[in-house]
Each structure stands twice: as C-alpha cells, then as structure tokens.
C-alpha cells in the first residue's frame, strides 16, 4: 500500500503508514525555513521505528505518480 504525507506532521504520518502495512510513504519535500523538514521527519522517524517502508520525497503528485509508475509490479 502507500500513505501520503499531507501535513507536517509527517513523523506521526510514518510511524502510521508502517503499522498500516503501507510500503511507501510518499512525504512532501519542503523547504523548511525552521526544522525538519517534512520529509526529513519522515525518514528520521522510520529509522527511529526500524521500518522497511520506503520513504520517498515529493514535491507534486506528478513526482509520485512518476515514482510509482517506475516500480516492477509485485
């Protein structure tokens, strides 16, 4: 499966998506003027957990869409 990032709360968003079953986790690629990013939140969170879920960064839906229309079918 794959969960979305859609708030900065993108750690809390990880920890979900890997409980989830999700495979990857697709976390906006923001410049963060204070902080972490979104997508570093993510990552440093799915390290935290020991995740094998993909964590990829976007910064439109086209960038996903490319993502996923890369992958080899299961």
Do not use: C, W
């Not at 993108?10 to 997508?39: K, W």
């Amino acid at each position: 499966g794959v969960m979305p990032a859609l708030s900065s709360a993108a750690s809390v968003l990880a920890v979900t998506g890997d409980t989830a079953g999700a495979d990857i986790f697709f976390a906006p690629a923001d410049e963060a003027a204070n902080g972490p990013s979104n997508y570093e939140e993510a990552l440093a969170a799915a390290e935290r957990i020991g995740t094998a879920m993909r964590i990829v960064p976007v910064k439109r839906v086209e960038d996903a869409l490319r993502y996923l229309q890369a992958l080899e079918p299961k």
